[in-house]
């Protein structure tokens, strides 16, 4: 991609065109060296637009109910006004690498509205829930003018943590009679939570749903706050009926203006950034050790020795790490 189309693909992006936002992204994704270069000059030349947007992550246990849930949020958000761009990210098979990315069959009436915009994406190895350049997709989807960004998790439990210092608010979807599902969530990912809802009460679940919710809300006055202006709302609600809905979008925005006006909102984004750095840096480092054809034999014998335990993984990182930087000076 020349310096030329990275120009006229911002200014596409910037001017809503949702074929230039889906390049924009598929470069984004890639690994390749040239695409990731030309993602950074990107992302620079669309830092002038500026759309402020909310970012809220959706987090939960597989059969939870999410896309369900994001369809029928998604078309409450537009029915407000506002155009909500939704990322999905399904789980990159460790054998073959590919992804079913099949999110948007899940979401039947948010994919057929022109105001929403909808991005399955691969994890791509990465782990925390999201995919590796899920922080990347978001500015694009705010420069094309989204205002809202829902960011929907792989759906593997205690390990989603990630998608929380990429967002401003998080909701967590939770099961009615989970029996001990606050053992098996665990209590860090429920302390990170700003919003958490009961879904599935309907039906014959509708009670169970309802003392569930109570249970946790109960629960989690015991744990340690997020924020300290901020209390952590836990209802029961419905995504497939549509109960509750509307509830848990006054929840997200309230939440936003709270850590808005205390500052805590501007705090949190600074600490992403911060994060965002050293996540790209730590990754950086790798492609260019292992593209560094100088060490590749040192690299192939270290493996072989991790392999057979003759030499610990720790040991044969310092290694590594001592010889790529003797190699820089």
């Not at 990210?89 to 039947?108: E, F």
């Not at 300290?228 to 419905?238: E, F, I, L, M, T």
Request: glycine share 10%.
């Amino acid at each position: 991609m020349t310096a030329v189309d990275q120009v006229q693909l911002a200014q596409r992006v910037a001017s809503g065109d949702r074929q230039a936002l889906a390049q924009a992204i598929t470069i984004a994704e890639s690994t390749r060296a040239d695409h990731r270069r030309a993602t950074t000059e990107l992302l620079k030349t669309l830092g002038t637009v500026t759309h402020r947007s909310t970012r809220v992550g959706i987090s939960g246990v597989p059969g939870v109910g999410k896309s369900t849930l994001i369809d029928a949020l998604g078309c409450h958000i537009v029915a407000q006004g506002h155009r909500p761009a939704v990322l999905t990210v399904d789980p990159s098979s460790a054998r073959s690498g590919g992804s079913i990315l099949g999110d948007k069959t899940r979401m039947p009436n948010l994919s057929q509205c022109g105001e929403a915009y909808i991005r399955p994406s691969p994890t791509s190895g990465a782990l925390g829930g999201v995919g590796r350049h899920t922080r990347e997709t978001i500015q694009l989807c705010e420069a094309a003018g989204f205002d809202i960004v829902l960011v929907e998790t792989v759906g593997v439990g205690q390990s989603e943590y990630a998608v929380s210092g990429m967002t401003d608010v998080f909701l967590l979807l939770l099961l009615p009679a989970g029996g001990d599902e606050l053992q098996g969530i665990k209590r860090g990912i429920m302390e990170l939570a700003d919003v958490v809802m009961v879904n599935k009460a309907d039906g014959v679940l509708e009670q169970t749903a309802r003392g569930t919710a109570a249970d946790y809300a109960n629960a989690i006055r015991l744990l340690k706050p997020r924020s300290n202006s901020w209390a952590v709302p836990v209802q029961a609600g419905s995504a497939l009926q549509r109960e509750g809905i509307d509830r848990i979008w006054s929840q997200i925005l309230a939440c936003a203006s709270v850590l808005n006006e205390t500052g805590e909102l501007q705090a949190r984004r600074a600490e992403q950034s911060l994060t965002w750095m050293w996540d790209d840096t730590i990754a950086a480092l790798k492609t260019k050790l292992e593209s560094d054809e100088s060490l590749r034999p040192t690299i192939v014998a270290m493996e072989a020795q991790v392999r057979a335990g003759t030499l610990t993984p720790t040991a044969a990182a310092e290694r590594l790490v001592s010889a790529f930087l003797n190699r820089r000076e």
